[in-house]
Every structure is written in structure tokens, then in C-alpha cells.
């Protein structure tokens, strides 16, 4: 399996890593949380063929025991309760740490280690419903802004970001692409199809955005 180094990056220490150009790491956790449930289950299961760990949040991770799964909450693995009326969930150096490290450095390994952070090799997320909700009739401001999806979107960031390592899922649609590349791999994902899910959160949350600045300019 060939490696390539990157650049160094211009940053403290300079770091220097190393990705695999072909197949990613194993998946072996997985965190999953959805507004639309859409194919959650069926998806699921299908990761669970893996042995791979769950972490979840809410409505998620209630339905994915319902039929069977075992599932973390996310609050049990930082150690940290969701507050602020669901405001903060996953806002967490133990969610981003996770996702942000980079596997082949060795001072973020050490520095993982030293904090507790485990990887997390895979984001199945989608986001609140804004455009539905200022679609309804009588839709206040202040449901509005509620519906503005925080945690979502950082996640998914942190994620596509670091997408030589981490497989991130945004759309219902790509599950069976995951799923298939799994099977195929021996439960890895392919850096072809990682960077295709990367490039599709940024743009799902470049458009996310745009419809929360495209609604507020509309209040000003």
C-alpha cells in the first residue's frame, strides 16, 4: 500500500504526516446522529457486520437500540451532559479530537493518548431542518433560530477535514457507496470515496448556510 508524504504544514512544529493514497483505516467507531432517520437502521445494521462501536445522541441513538444495536451515548463517552436545552451535545475535545487527529502523527497520537481521546472513524450526520421550518406557516423567528444546527455542522467539518482517515455521511443517499466499499475492503473505505463525502458536507454546509444568512438578511 503506497504512502505519500504531504508538505509541511506552517504551523507550531511544523508537522509532517503521512496518508495512504488508496484505503483508509479501519472503521471501528462510528457516531451517528440524524434529523432525518432516513435508512438509519438498514445503514446500521449494515455497519455492525464490522463490529464497529456506536456513539450517539437523542432520537438516534433511541431508535438504533430499538432494533437491536448497542449504543453509547455521546454524553457517556466525554463525561459530559447534554445542557443548554440541546444546544450543546457534541462540542467536546473527545468528539473533535477524535475526528480532527491525525492518525499518522505521532505528537497527535501521544497527545490523544494523553487526554483519552479515541479516534472516531466515521460522522453519520444530517442537519436540522431550517428550510422546513421557515417553510411552515407561522413560523416564528425565534423557531428559527432554534432549527440553526450548531453541533451538525462542526462535526461534519471536523470531519471532511481530516477525510484521509474519517468516512463522513450526510446524505442517506451514500450509504449503500459506504457500505459497499466496507464489504469489498474488509471494513475500510476508499480515499476516492472519502474525498467524494468530503466534498459533499462542504457543500451541503456552504448551502446551509447561505439559507440561514439568505433568511436573517431578510430581517434586517
Do not use: W
Request: charged share 25%; aromatic share 8%.
Amino acid at each position: 500500500m503506497s504512502e505519500r508524504l504531504i508538505p509541511s504544514i506552517p504551523r507550531r512544529g511544523r508537522i509532517k504526516y503521512l496518508y495512504k493514497d488508496r484505503k483508509m483505516a479501519l472503521i471501528k467507531r462510528v457516531l451517528i446522529s440524524l434529523s432525518d432517520k432516513t435508512g438509519a437502521v438498514e445503514f446500521a445494521k449494515g455497519l455492525s457486520e464490522f463490529g464497529v462501536q456506536f456513539l450517539s445522541t437523542g432520537g438516534t441513538a433511541k431508535i438504533l437500540r430499538e432494533a437491536g444495536l448497542k449504543v453509547m451515548d455521546v454524553s457517556e463517552y466525554t463525561g459530559f451532559p447534554e445542557m443548554l436545552d440541546g444546544r450543546v451535545k457534541t462540542l467536546h475535545p473527545k468528539v473533535h479530537g477524535g475526528l480532527l487527529g491525525l492518525r499518522a502523527n505521532p505528537e497527535h497520537v501521544a497527545t490523544m493518548k494523553k487526554h483519552g481521546i479515541e479516534p472516531i472513524d466515521m460522522v453519520v450526520v444530517n442537519l436540522y431542518p431550517f428550510k422546513e421550518t421557515i417553510s411552515k406557516p407561522g413560523c416564528t423567528f425565534e423557531d428559527a433560530i432554534e432549527n440553526i444546527d450548531i453541533g451538525g455542522p462542526t462535526m461534519l467539518r471536523s470531519a471532511a477535514k481530516n477525510f484521509q482517515s474519517v468516512t463522513v455521511v450526510v446524505d442517506p443517499a451514500d450509504y449503500k457507496t459506504v457500505l459497499d466499499d466496507m464489504r469489498k475492503s474488509n471494513g475500510e473505505v476508499t480515499h476516492k470515496t472519502n474525498l467524494k463525502l468530503a466534498y459533499k458536507v462542504f457543500t451541503t454546509t456552504s448551502q446551509y448556510d447561505k439559507m440561514i444568512s439568505d433568511y436573517l438578511s431578510n430581517k434586517i
